[in-house]
């Protein structure tokens, strides 16, 4: 694939048209990277499948809060998937933050949604553009496979090292997004 | 709304983000969030991350588990929008959930000089309570292992730090050695959360101790 597809207005199909087309489609480039994440947090390859079905069914049934202006597909479901392994892993309630006062806009800002797409992308790009060490340090901590002692303890390195290594790389994962953001 | 001027840190807001904390820390994160649209935002920001990370990498999936996501789709109920969830009476929503719907419904013990607890049901690597220190009272200086962080729902309270209103959240680590004192205006109402450090999973009945040592 040339250009990554637009998510997005397959989602939308799936929220305004229960579209099963579009869902097929989403599911399979979306549930074997949740699979994977699932897999990278300690679960193993059964329970990831099972709570990449779930998590993909709640994306159908739950398409109605998914609001394109605020987060992009691959987000809203990262935070779906991260929520069901906090459950499913830990056997924890997850404690959310209240709504905004003001809910998804009906008829949304094409452009806001345009916008938050080119940011993702261009925070993807600066990930891949980070040194491999930076890169794999943010991983680690972003998908609970080592807590920050635990990398102090694997790499030798003092915790304060460790701490400041991965805020230098979402410094500069910032710093790139806003570079490029205007 | 008073203006929120302490904040959470990136550690924290990155450990809520990946969904690493434990449950009553993840609490006093997303309590204070629903009160401070500044730390809300940065959230967004680390879940983009973590919507970034997700598309790195992939592991195959089955047929099966496709034709078994359809069946689920096809028989089970689509939620409409649920209300938005809301807080009452200073309690946020995610709060509400471990208090009941005000602060009203709490069922406070007295630790000493006025100063009452209520301890939350949580997961047991970290202890959220409510603090209710009466207006004008010094909360004698306490040592505390590992991190504490402390979010005022009601009043204030001033230390070395600064001062802490209304969505305000302290964080302090171990060296810290504070002595709060809630203003003199109104008794001043606190979440506050502890960890307990791994290292000292075997001392559970030194936890279970109220960290005011009164
Ligand atoms: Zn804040």
Known sequence: ?????????????IRDDRDETAFVALFRHF????????????????????????????????????????????????????????????????PEPEDLPWGPEPDPDQADAVGLQQEMDHLGQALAELPDKQRELIEKAYFGELTHREIADATGL???????????????????????AR | MTKITHHLTEDLLMGYSAGTLPEAVNLIVATHISLCDACRASLDAYDAVGGVLLERHSHEVSEACLAGALDMIRKGETSATPAPRRGCDL???????????????????????GVKQAILETSPEATARLLYIPAGTAVPDHSHNGLELTLVLQGAFEDAEGRFARGDIEIADDDLEHMPVADISQDCICL??????????????????????I
């Open chain 1, 1 to 13: 694939m040339a250009e990554s597809p637009d998510w997005t207005s397959c989602l939308i199909r």
């Open chain 1, 31 to 94: 549930a074997p990277r949740v699979k994977a994440f699932l897999m990278r947090s300690g679960a193993d390859a059964a329970l990831a499948e099972e709570v990449a079905q779930e998590v993909m069914a709640t994306v159908w049934h739950k398409a109605a809060q998914f609001d394109p202006a605020r987060a992009s597909v691959a987000t809203w479901i990262f935070t779906i998937a991260r929520n069901r392994k906090i459950d499913a892993l830990r056997k924890q309630a997850r």
């Open chain 1, 158 to 180: 003092p915790l304060g090292t460790i701490k400041s290594r991965i805020r230098l790389a979402l410094d500069r994962l910032r710093h790139a997004m806003d570079g490029r």
């Open chain 2, 91 to 113: 309690v946020p929503a995610p709060l509400a959930d471990y208090v009941g719907k005000g602060l009203s419904d709490v069922k406070w013990r007295p630790v000493g000089m």
């Open chain 2, 192 to 213: 506050a959360v502890t960890d307990a450090p791994l290292r000292f999973k075997g001392l559970l009945p030194r936890l279970a101790q109220p960290f005011l040592k």
